[in-house]
């Protein structure tokens, strides 16, 4: 993707979630409090700071935040979207400490968790959705945040509305930004089916099934986190396997009645793309004559 569209979709991404979450806290009627969403932020800030002050030093370069205000801005936009995303999806009643543990590792796996991609290495996690499935599954007693509280202050046709808004903006960023509407699709279609297949073989409720997709929290998920252009393929055809895929994981998930399978689904298949790029990585290495494997040449699974 090109960079321009890259940085183009993440400044329209870092303002539609922080109207959300303004309008959310002032209207909406989101529960967790001002305190967890400013922690997550400046806990999401300074992590991104520091490691890329550490990589800089480390790797004798210029940090990539120097340059000016607007320099600055555009390499906080990622952390600015992963702090609002970990605080506003992520309900601890009033403890403070688990919000900033899954800004931590959002953070922190982008720089510990990487994978070749290209002549490079790139995280392969979706940073906000692995800091919030970390800490649902270390934390128990930690849930997502209620549904309601994206409504719950709304009547009549407004109901209707908040939905359509992130519809049509989630398929426009995504269309014109991302180009992850082959992946939108294949996810959306995979998640439908999955909930018939488990109609058919196990007697589940097929209206059951698809409930989810009538929450917000499904839409979020749909237009503004599985379609994250840096932890997932390029190509149309590799979005439509990586969206089936998380479909998949999800529908083996609630088999076993694992609770918030749509969060552990993406962790299970960016893990599973990263296991990818690293094995095309070693079969794409160059070998000498005796065929054994001189240094790794990154491949590129898009």
């Given at each position: 993707?090109?960079?321009?569209?890259?940085?183009?979709?993440?400044?329209?991404f870092?303002?539609?979630?922080?109207?959300?979450?303004?309008?959310?806290?002032a209207?909406?009627?989101?529960?967790?409090?001002?305190?967890?969403l400013f922690?997550?932020?400046?806990?999401?800030?300074?992590?991104?700071?520091?490691?890329e002050?550490?990589?800089?030093r480390?790797?004798?370069?210029?940090?990539r935040?120097?340059?000016?205000p607007?320099?600055?801005i555009?390499?906080l936009?990622?952390?600015?979207?992963t702090?609002?995303?970990?605080?506003?999806?992520?309900?601890?009643?009033d403890?403070?400490?688990?919000?900033?543990?899954?800004?931590t590792?959002a953070?922190g796996?982008?720089?510990i968790?990487?994978?070749?991609?290209?002549?490079?290495?790139?995280?392969?996690?979706?940073?906000?959705?692995?800091g919030?499935a970390?800490?649902?599954?270390?934390?128990?007693?930690?849930?997502?945040?209620?549904?309601?509280?994206?409504?719950e202050?709304?009547?009549?046709i407004?109901h209707?509305?908040l939905?359509?808004?992130?519809?049509?903006?989630?398929?426009?960023?995504n269309?014109?930004?991302?180009r992850?509407?082959?992946?939108?699709?294949?996810?959306?279609?995979?998640?439908?089916?999955?909930?018939?297949?488990?109609?058919l073989?196990l007697?589940?409720?097929w209206?059951?099934?698809?409930t989810?997709?009538?929450?917000?929290?499904f839409?979020?998920?749909?237009?503004?986190?599985?379609?994250?252009?840096?932890?997932?393929?390029?190509?149309?055809?590799?979005?439509?396997?990586?969206g089936?895929?998380t479909?998949?994981?999800?529908?083996?998930?609630?088999?076993?009645?694992?609770?918030?399978?749509?969060?552990?689904a993406?962790?299970?298949?960016?893990?599973?793309?990263?296991?990818?790029l690293?094995?095309l990585?070693t079969v794409?290495?160059?070998?000498?004559?005796?065929?054994s494997?001189?240094?790794?040449?990154p491949?590129?699974?898009?």
């Amino acid at each position: 993707m090109k960079k321009d569209l890259r940085l183009a979709a993440l400044r329209r991404f870092a303002i539609a979630i922080s109207v959300l979450n303004v309008a959310g806290h002032a209207y909406l009627g989101f529960e967790q409090s001002l305190a967890q969403l400013f922690a997550s932020l400046i806990t999401a800030y300074s992590l991104e700071l520091g490691l890329e002050m550490i990589d800089a030093r480390a790797n004798q370069r210029r940090p990539r935040f120097v340059g000016g205000p607007m320099t600055l801005i555009d390499f906080l936009l990622p952390s600015h979207i992963t702090g609002l995303a970990v605080a506003m999806l992520l309900y601890a009643n009033d403890r403070i400490f688990p919000v900033i543990f899954a800004a931590t590792v959002a953070i922190g796996s982008k720089a510990i968790l990487q994978a070749p991609i290209g002549k490079s290495k790139r995280h392969f996690f979706n940073p906000s959705n692995l800091g919030i499935a970390t800490t649902l599954f270390l934390f128990p007693w930690v849930s997502i945040a209620p549904p309601y509280q994206f409504t719950e202050n709304l009547g009549g046709i407004a109901h209707w509305i908040l939905p359509c808004i992130f519809i049509f903006t989630g398929t426009f960023l995504n269309a014109r930004f991302t180009r992850r509407i082959p992946l939108i699709v294949a996810w959306v279609s995979g998640f439908a089916l999955q909930a018939l297949i488990r109609n058919l073989i196990l007697e589940t409720s097929w209206t059951s099934g698809l409930t989810p997709i009538t929450g917000v929290a499904f839409l979020l998920f749909t237009f503004y986190m599985i379609t994250d252009p840096g932890t997932t393929p390029v190509k149309r055809s590799s979005q439509i396997i990586f969206g089936f895929g998380t479909a998949l994981a999800y529908s083996i998930l609630m088999v076993f009645h694992v609770a918030f399978g749509l969060f552990f689904a993406l962790v299970i298949v960016c893990a599973l793309r990263g296991a990818g790029l690293y094995f095309l990585a070693t079969v794409r290495a160059p070998k000498p004559l005796g065929g054994s494997v001189l240094e790794s040449a990154p491949g590129t699974l898009r």
